[in-house]
């Protein structure tokens, strides 16, 4: 494998913003968990099917998982985002369309990250209200919102990437 040069390109502001808009996401989300902790009875909704009916239970211990997680992928994909170098190009990559293949890879990756902060927000967010009032908040559309925030920045990116001469 070739080594590819690295191009010093500065965030866009759709980086700035998704940025601002993920790590917020994120952060309330861990603070309401915090302060809500002690309302939490001592079995929550741990797993939700297809349809966002709860399919399992279990301690509220568990919730700290999807943080942990939630933080373990941030800074992977913080860690990728920061070398755009290192991704996967096409063959038609060279010198004159170096800086937009950089661009759009790690735009797709910093709108990918940051939608993985709000769907771990969403879920923490989801088995917290299902535990507290026993109804949910967005029910069926749980599973399909999730699906749209993980795949729909991918899906961008590719349709982009087409683009790029």
Same mark, same amino acid.
């Given at each position: ?5 690295? =191009? ?26 915090? $302060? ?5 009875? *001592?079995?929550?909704? /741990?797993? $939700? &099917?297809? @349809?966002? *009916? ?5 301690? +509220? ?10 933080? =373990? #992928?941030?800074? /992977? =994909?913080? +860690?990728?985002?920061?070398?755009? *170098? @290192? ?11 170096? /800086? +937009? ?12 990250? &940051?939608?993985?902060? #709000? ?6 967010? *989801? ?18 919102? &999730? =699906? ?18």
């Amino acid at each position: 494998m070739t080594k590819r040069k690295h =191009l010093d390109l500065p965030k866009t502001t759709t980086e700035i913003l998704a940025n601002v808009i993920g790590y917020s996401v994120f952060v309330i989300t861990i603070a309401l968990m915090v $302060f809500g902790w002690d309302s939490l009875p *001592e079995k929550i909704p /741990a797993h $939700f &099917n297809a @349809v966002g *009916e709860v399919d399992r239970y279990g301690t +509220a211990i568990e919730l700290l998982i999807l943080p942990v997680i939630g933080i =373990l #992928v941030g800074v /992977a =994909l913080e +860690a990728l985002e920061r070398r755009p *170098e @290192v991704h996967n190009y096409p063959i038609r990559l060279n010198d004159t369309n170096r /800086a +937009a293949f950089y661009l759009n890879s790690r735009i797709m990756l910093n709108l990918t990250k &940051n939608a993985f902060f #709000v769907v771990f927000s969403i879920s923490i967010l *989801e088995m917290m209200h299902v535990a507290i009032v026993n109804t949910s908040f967005l029910g069926g559309w749980l599973f399909p919102i &999730n =699906l749209v925030l993980i795949f729909g920045p991918v899906v961008y990116g590719i349709a982009k990437r087409m683009k790029i001469k």
